[in-house]
């Protein structure tokens, strides 16, 4: 069955960057694309971007266009989002997402990563 | 950008009564509207997508409406079960270049 499967939580001191990977399982990696959207303590669902794995074509949310870089290894059915320049307010629950069949909504979720930024 | 609003951001009603939630797009986004629902600890669960199409596995009493206006939406639960009550988010995933906006959530609460 469809499984996104993420990386471990990590912690990371402001200004450094943190890499999150999410491995596909269960259906063909190139044929979706994926989100990335987070979640911070206590607050609402943030979308940040998409990555073609077929292209790697990316968009990103016109706020992290600068800090993010959305990556894909066709050889291991995996996709990673790179945050640079991290400060406190990305701690959050980082999420990645396939699109749907019949549209650009997310259908399959990963387990979320937690990525704390702190001093 | 469009801006996603949600109403009520708290909805308190008894299990076994109907819950309405409202989406509102500050432009029109067609059809391409999808409801999700978040249980606290849990990754977000698609519901509807496409304004009223239930996802795979969703129970038939989740229903999904638009005014046909393209811009203001409806999530109905009917019959409340316990395993209802959590956060309910609406996303728009009309814009292009992609920039697929959320709401900022109802919580569905028990009265």
């Known amino acids: 069955q469809v499984q996104l499967v993420q990386s471990g939580a990590e912690v990371k001191k402001p200004g450094a960057s943190v890499k999150v990977s999410c491995k596909a399982f269960?259906?063909?990696?190139?044929?979706?694309?994926v989100h990335w959207v987070r979640q911070a303590p206590g607050q609402g669902l943030e979308w940040m971007g998409i990555i073609n794995p077929r292209d790697v074509r990316t968009n990103y949310a016109p706020k992290f266009q600068d800090r993010v870089t959305m990556t894909g290894d066709t050889s291991t059915d995996t996709v990673h989002m790179e945050l640079s320049s991290l400060r406190s307010e990305d701690t959050a629950v980082y999420y990645c997402?396939?699109?749907?069949?019949?549209?650009?909504?997310?259908?399959?979720w990963g387990q979320g990563t937690l990525v704390t930024v702190s001093s | 950008e469009i801006v996603m609003t949600q109403s009520p951001a708290t909805l308190s009603v008894s299990p076994g009564d109907r819950a309405t939630l409202s989406c509102r797009a500050s432009?029109?986004?067609?059809?391409?509207l999808a409801w999700y629902q978040q249980k606290p600890g849990q990754a977000p669960r698609l519901l509807i997508y496409?304004?009223?199409?239930?996802a795979t596995g969703v129970p038939a009493r989740f229903s999904g409406s638009g005014s046909g206006s393209g811009t203001e939406f409806t999530l109905t639960i009917s019959s409340l079960q316990s395993e209802d009550f959590a956060v309910y988010y609406c996303q728009q995933y009309n814009d292009w270049p992609p920039m697929y906006t959320f709401g900022q959530g109802t919580k569905l609460e028990i009265k």
């Open positions: 496409g304004t009223s199409t239930r």
């Open positions: 997402a396939r699109v749907g069949d019949y549209g650009d909504y997310h259908d399959f």
């Open positions: 432009q029109y986004i067609n059809t391409n």
């Open positions: 269960g259906y063909t990696f190139t044929r979706y694309e």
